[in-house]
Nanobody, 116 residues
Framework: QAQLVESGGGLVQPGGSLRLSCAASRSIFNIYKWAWYRQAPGKQRESVAILTSVGTTSYADSVKGRFAISRDNAKKTLYLQMDSLQPEDTAVYYC??????????WGKGTLVTVSS
């Protein structure tokens, strides 16, 4: 198990940017497969960005070209750079292991609100 703590959310205007961080209790982001997920009010949690142990990335169509997932192994941190944010990006964002790996216990997430 590992503890995951998300941060960096906030209120931003449409077209703005945010960088989310996910800090782990140990150095694990260079192994397994990782994802940023989000859950909007009344909707199921969905994966928006994936990073493999070898550095391959993939994105949901809804965020492709606007979001970028990365990691800093030395800092034990996973990042999600979000640009050109839109109101439909409003959600609580979480990081966790991606399939086929079993998720760790979910953190509290970080709330992103995109509104004018």
């Amino acid at each position: 198990q590992a503890q995951l703590v998300e941060s960096g959310g906030g209120l931003v205007q449409p077209g703005g940017s945010l960088r989310l961080s996910c800090a782990a209790s140990r150095s694990i982001f260079n192994i397994y497969k990782w994802a940023w997920y989000r859950q909007a009010p009344g909707k199921q949690r969905e994966s928006v960005a994936i990073l493999t142990s070898v550095g391959t990335t993939s994105y949901a169509d809804s965020v492709k070209g606007r979001f970028a997932i990365s990691r800093d192994n030395a800092k034990k941190t996973l990042y999600l750079q979000m640009d050109s944010l839109q109101p439909e990006d409003t959600a609580v964002y979480y990081c966790n292991r991606a399939p086929p790996f079993t998720p760790y216990d979910w953190g509290k997430g970080t709330l992103v609100t995109v509104s004018s």
